[in-house]
């Protein structure tokens, strides 16, 4: 049997859990050896709950202490610049949630630091590896439904982010903690860049569930016209509640293709013939993605074993970036927005706290 | 504007107010002159609600005092064979619901003054008139899954028939009041006849709600093998409760065929996600088979008009009888009966009270 | 029997056509007793498929030669304002075709005469009349799915409408022509008037059809910001070939509804294991909506005989006008069109050649 | 990390390829450190394809020179009362694929062997471990649908079986290499053991795919009445090639559970209205089953290392055994049979050429 790749998991919440549950039970092709999280309770029932015993504080603690081949970023987007550049100095192979980071700046820095010291980045953009996603883009690919002329996708997600996440000042907002999915879907699947955008938000529950940051949003509708002159279009809801969904249409010069689905599992119960027919729905990501997640890390370790490009590169996780500061502009503009102003603007991002 | 058909409606309960409904909202080229019922209180019910004036006790008056050219039968199954003949004496057309009658030789008798009298008989077997079912039939027979080499179907009711309707002496039980169209549609879509069938029952409501007839059964399965060498199945549940259910699946040489569904609506709601995706489902009959109510009637007219065959005969109406009662002889005497068996006994349903 | 209501048809076309054969097939309450087309061929044509004897060149005459209580609108746009008019002034009750006119000043014109002389108005917009719809704005206003918060609707059309259809000079193009149902529906299922919309338009097909108006699109999406602070998204295409499809997703604070659904048929077929499951599509509008377009015409009979409202009225075609205008206002100039403007404006649609 | 379970796999062909890769792939806590088959070029395939580097002509072999925990039977039926007694009797630990055995006798010494060499047992119905499946049991259980009362399976398999497997002298044919998994899902779903049993076959595609043993059956009703008075029927077709199908209704006094479909993929194409939707079905069961073949693997290294017993015992395939002979002995005989004959008789097995 082949070496295992050994991984630092970087973040213990859960994100953290869900990779290092996926990677214990599922992997075999690569063993979880540190466990990094300043917060020393989640780091303690993380390390306990996957059996992982290398625990520590920090990933200059673990760099120092620990031996790994591989760093998974779970943390939040302001770190990931530190975190993976740190990680590449030190010539460990990167796995990077989304979103790559918050600033054009910072992705750039990021690719740099990669492509420097020679290790390998595959960003979190997880949908490339499910299996409905998958085949979806290979068919597209081979004209089964013509030039592609339209597409809608959407992320809807049960539960508030915590607070920095739905604060667009320390995270771009949902548009990037939601629905970053769905920029990368668009430019996979349309096989195009963005050239404009614009987008319409809504706020309804903010107030009931304490999210009382300035320009938060629980609704949104992103519309788009892509460089191919193909149109675009993200819905975003979060909190949904009614559980999780992620779903697309494609529509091309020849037809029409449907991504993905609602239903959990293919159970169907009646009971009550008022009522009707009850179906689960995929309550949480984990449940909608759990071959995406295997697939994954392990196209991961294959690319670090092999050397190979990963599916999903930081250029990849840079244009999800763009398209999210241009959307924001957009909403806070009240107009359409090119991602050429913001390649261009000297500070694309006004609103942001920082990084 | 072509003359309306005058019709005679005979049973102004459940399945006469249905007609009466499709017939007065849907089906220009009818109207109903004549209705008929003993139960007073109904009559005028039924009558009221669909603007029908001459109300009569029985056939016999209304032959007397009203004008018509056909009558629908929605009576209970043993008054068939009188009022079919009776009709078919006076001239008039026939629209006989199903069962046909409780016992061969009431079908035999019913064809025979069909025929010398002249008039049209149309057994309501809605299902060959409904969209799902008739594209279906002509899809198999040209040939598209292949030689069908084996058919599934089900009905499943949702309410406890009436008292004579379950009890196997006045009715020959669920195999004739629920499952008639499956014996139906088993010939028609595999185009054969059944040669053997082997029943097996079951009785797990009858207690509770009442119906303690000897021999009465809530759940059944018949398991037949047809002249063409194929086989099929049909599974009976009534009372269901959860809804109204008639489904069927075809397999032949090359493939497999669905055909119907549970969804009594486009209408999917999720609001709690821990229960999942709620859609309607078919309450009842008349929800499941409206367009097969409004065709059949329609194409009854169209017979009628045109003096051409119906789609439904008396002969189908026969072969149901027979199926259902070689089916009853089964699970009585717990083995596999044939047809034959059934055509040549001298008493072939030594269980019913008389007809 | 209650007398029939007497209509004159208005158009022999597709849509005159469609009607024509509602009516005459499904609706004891009404007769066509004049059919009306310039274009004679069509006009003996529909008239001899649906045996209408009255046939005239124009409404004018109808008005002259024939009896009847009510017109239905089946002709071009341009056409509605002198013909609702006309008819209005006669006292003749209308059932107007989608879009209501090119023109807020021609709703308003209509709207007055509809007034003036005491007739009633419905408007063509189906979809209030379709089962799934109805139910699910019931479902809506009773706050199953809490207070709605966004929409996205879509209808895709198989094929390319006439050349004055798809020119915004003569018809205001697919907004009007195409998608008027949706700006009918977003209104209707979420209580709330338009606020603002903003619109990305391509042209993927036009050269190849030979639609070479200026401006002439093919995809399209449309993103509002509704007055509720809600929001909604319609996606048009046309010609789509694939089919007719026509759904609707609803948001609520409590979670989600799905309306309508591609299937034409619940009949599947699987004979290819390399091909999958094969479920029929609606191939066309009348199709899909065939229960909508019985029910819309039971219903204006019933207004007409009853004297009461319709359950969609010119004050509902007037505001998908005013969106119609809007949204083109929008694609033309590139930035959000508040509707607002468009009801200030002095020309809120300089692009029209005129009415 | 805990130390891996070392697996011996018996058989390297169709069945021993998929644990092979389920195992190497997906199950960290296992690993195969031998490989058995007397085909030397299916052997060395299936060894490099998975980098299994012990690789042996037969169990005795393999016990000799290689270090191993348990072993994976995945041999033809006629061979596993030898495989599995041996490996009892080296104290490994033992997956058995079914079907458990051609005899009652040898599932008897099977289980009398594991008993007295204190191995775990765990039979390959890895229905019990599909998520779909194993959900549903859960709910029944609880009561859901309240009682029980019917129940249909099927079982449809795209290809022909090879010649041992599809003729009963050698296998008991298409009722044991088919269906064992819906005789074990009944008795598990229903919590009832089958009372009696009646088959109707029919052989349609024999003469053309040169499988011409006597008795030979490529569809197959299997009727049934269980101990608890609630009945079951189970639909074999194999080789049905239109590709894989496993689905399941239950009925029960409060409604209906359905549980599993044909849909391969949540991905549906439409580009020829003609045509329709076109949906991916699961062309085999490695598809089909993908997640229960990781959980079986999985539970089963978990029994091994926590020395719990499996959720799937040699009395549960003892059980579908009796149930085979009872199906195979009823078409033969054309007659229900009881389970009791079977367990009764002196040679409950007649057609079979011996074991």
Known sequence: MTEQLRICMLGAGRVGRLHSGTITRYVPGAAITALVDPATEILEQTGNDFEINGRYDS???????????????????????????LAAEHGKH???????????????????????????LQMGFMRRFDPDFAAAAQRIRAGEIGQP????????????PPAWANDIRTSNGMLAEVTSHDFDTIRW?????????????????????????????????????????????????CPCDYGYDARAEVIGTKGIMLIGEMRGQALTVCINREQGLVTPIFRR???????????????????????????????????????VLAGTRSF??????????VFDAENPAPWLAGE
Not at 76 to 85: D, E, S, V
Request: proline share 4%; hydrophobic share 45%.
């Open 59 to 85: 990933l200059e603690e673990a760099l120092e202490k620990a031996s790994f081949d591989a760093v998974v970023i779970t943390t939040p987007t302001f770190t990931h610049r530190h975190l993976a550049i």
């Open 94 to 120: 990167i796995f990077l949630e989304k979103p790559m980071a918050l600033s054009l700046a910072a992705c750039d820095a990021i690719i740099e630091a990669v492509e420097h010291h020679g290790v390998i």
């Open 149 to 160: 002329t339209m597409i809608k996708t959407l992320t809807h997600g049960p539960g508030l």
């Open 189 to 237: 699947l349309m096989g195009s860049n963005i050239q404009r955008i614009y987008v319409e938000t809504a706020n309804f529950k903010g107030d009931d569930r304490g999210a009382t940051a300035e320009h938060f949003y629980d609704n949104m509708f992103a519309t788009m016209r892509l460089e191919s002159g193909a149109l675009g279009n993200i819905s975003g809801v």
């Open 285 to 323: 990501w984990p449940e909608r993605f759990a071959w995406a997640y295997i697939n994954e890390i392990q196209g991961f370790v294959e690319c670090v074993r092999n050397g190979t490009t990963p599916r999903v590169t930081g250029e990849d996780g840079r244009w999800a970036v763009a398209g």
């Open 332 to 341: 806070l503009e009240e107009r359409p927005v090119t991602l050429q102003e």
